[in-house]
């Protein structure tokens, strides 16, 4: 073995607090930590490769899993430091949830722009366990584009801090700072963080040319309508201290010749402080000294590189530790891999043949793998048809010419109709918790049709054999778009043992979700994957391989290997070893409302009653009605309530929840993984709104927080 393997290792076994000191403590979050993504090492050889980024690291500590421990070490030794492993005495049900979605917060933006349904906010924590209000020297902030062009009485970019609802200084957020970076200059791109959180970077655009904007701020320093100017430096070195300070870099061909980036976030490398970043034309710019040195263009060494003939428009690029290269689409629909030395370029053959790829990749570096999400394949091989097929490609970052594998994910169009745009999915913890590409990836599909949320279950990184995704939620009533998906596990937030996992999707009209009205909506869904030898308690709740929610009636220990069929109806059972199962049902099935002497026709009715349990009719017969009054529910799960001569049955509190959100919502980021015990509104998630309607009443967009169970 290496010595970097054995130092590696050294980290392994002897756990977090032997990190490297520069990742132990602050954790940036923006855009790109969708886009790179980390199984748990295979062997002490792969995480030597992969801790080298700290991205790595990141993931780690995001998600508090054991992702730094080899997956060769047999599960008796991993068991004692999983975050599944309960602490004290189990508890005997989870605190009842709403049935609709609350933000903690709505902020003016200050006009009716948007970020972009592709984009993000970027979130930075000063330390990984703890949330830090205003008070603090250092608090965590969140950093939002506007979509609105600068000037005297609008920023560009803003900052809110004080986030959390349980700070001392109140329970809504503070502008931390908000800048004017240029009288006309609009930002259409997400922005990204540097590793220390002092400096923010983001593209720029101004009359058909843009500029890489790296932005070191003032804390307090304007507000969303009376912006400060940044002073302009060549390098961070010469700003004055207490100074809020911006370096401009233009993007430029190798002429050099002005062009414009509206599609391309940049992607910043911790590593060799290198900022990547497309734009039109099909070029791709590599930017040097991005937060550490003087920000420059490389000209020479084959950058900037044109990687497409057709000069087609770039989005964004993502950048792989491990292989060196940097993968970056077109919407012309092909996937390039540039070697990030020699700047030589390989392209894919065509991946789609609708809107083009709308977002950048995932890049999974573990395993070598990057996904891409196709609006069509340009087949005729989906139904009702023959029409063209929404899909997921998984090629090789070693090579992206040879074949691709592709899962279906619903219908697109039949050409030359266009369907809606694909954007990026995102896989669960299954997926990071293996060693070998093993869990779930769930993407928004059908883009030809009405938008559906999509698992899709990958063995050793092979896709399902039937080729096909399974629909696992409708999303909405007509053909819109929806957004990038995101997962978020967290381990702390429903107390001691009793691990969350949920999905973030949104619509920008027609939602399904009553609470909704059929506008714009953000809804969440439960994703956590069932795990072997796992004490599970009373009220947890996972989703199935058939897409159904399943909750504990019975506490106990789960088996070793998942080989029995799980149950396709409502109200049905599972036995787990020690644990018990109870069927709540597809995430689409319908609800009705309760009513008094009435005799309830279908079976296995459903109703959620006023706490947010979903109570299933476990009586058929045709003289059966309710009684006079609603009953006095049953709020255990498992539990039957008697109701004249029906009988309902509980089975879990609601595993989905949704909220109004104007337009849909931008991309949505992961904030804290905090635990009860910690302050108030700690484990939040954060999302722009697309469309007018601030949701204190105004017609502009807004900066939303909302928290992560049931963002209730």
Known sequence: MSLAGLVTLGWVLTGQAARPAHHAVSLPTDWSHRHVIFTRPSSPEQLARVSDDPRYWQQVSR?????RMPAAMSQAEARPGSFRTPVGPPRRMLKPASKSLKRD???DLGGAGSIGAVNYPAKFSFATNTATCDAGTTPDYVVFSTGEAGSLTQSTIVAYDNLYTGCPSGTVPTVYWAYDTGVGTIVLTSPVLSLDGSQVAFVESLSGAATLVTLKWKAHDGTVATPSTPTVVTAMSLCPAATACMTLTPLTTSTPTPIDDQTSSVFYDYSGDIGWVGGTGGWLIKITGVFKGTPTEVRGGGFPVQVNAGSSTLSSPVYDHVSKNVFVGDLGGFLYSVNAATGAVTASGRLDFGTGIDDGPIVDSSNGFVYVFSSSDGSANCNPGPVACTAVYQLSTASISGAPKEVTVGNSVASPATPNPAYVGAFDSAYSDSGNATGNLYVCGNTGGSPTLYQVALTAGAFPVSGQGLAIAPLATA????????????PNVLGAGLFSERIFVSVPNNGLPTVCLAHGCVSNFISAPWTPNTVKTVGQQILSPNGHVETVIVGGMSADNDSSPWTNQAALTYPDLQVTWIDQ??????FVTWQPSFNYVAPLTRIIDPKGYVQVLTTNSPTDTTG???????????GTTPDNTVVWTNVGLLGTAAMPAAGGTSGIIVDNTLGSGSIGGGSQVYFGTLGPACGTGGADTCAVQASQVALQ
């Open 63 to 67: 998600r508090e899993q054991l992702l």
């Open 585 to 590: 049902g597809e995430f689409g099935a319908t």
């Open 628 to 638: 006079t009054s609603q009953p006095t529910w049953n709020e255990t799960p498992g």
């Open 479 to 490: 053909t819109v778009p929806c957004s990038p998906v995101t997962d978020i596990p967290n």
């Open 105 to 107: 917060w709505a902020e």
